[in-house]
Nanobody, 120 residues
Framework: QVQLVESGGGLVQAGGSLRLSCAAS????????MGWFRQGPGPEREFVAG????????YYSDSVKGRFTISRDNVKNTVYLQMNSLKPEDTGVYYC?????????????WGQGTQVTVSS
């Protein structure tokens, strides 16, 4: 099915910004709602943000609302996560996955992830 490659992570200071990208293979990308998730110290991957198939609607975890923005470009087969006002607790490996819009769990698999480290 859709294969995903996350990129754009890095090391930033608290208060800084990063933009993550999730590049998808295939020509069916626009048929899927997409979500960003992250894995911190714990075993579970936390839902971060979701976006509808054509990008007209979004929703977020309370912990990132107002700071992060999810968007997508269905021509480029890419979903983005703009992260502003980063906090040390945002540190983790960020993954994208297909989702059912409105849910906070993945409906498919994800890529290798991209590391985000926020220093204080």
């Amino acid at each position: 099915q859709v294969q995903l490659v996350e990129s754009g992570g890095g090391l930033v200071q608290a208060g800084g910004s990063l933009r993550l990208s999730c590049a998808a293979s295939g020509r069916t990308f626009s048929t899927y709602a997409m979500g960003w998730f992250r894995q911190g110290p714990g075993p579970e991957r936390e839902f971060v943000a979701g976006i509808s198939r054509i990008g007209g609607a979004t929703y977020y975890s309370d912990s990132v609302k107002g700071r992060f923005t999810i968007s997508r470009d269905n021509v480029k087969n890419t979903v983005y996560l703009q992260m502003n006002s980063l906090k040390p607790e945002d540190t983790g490996v960020y993954y994208c996955s297909t989702i059912i819009y409105g849910n906070r769990t993945p409906s498919g698999s994800w890529g290798q992830g991209t590391q985000v480290t926020v220093s204080s």
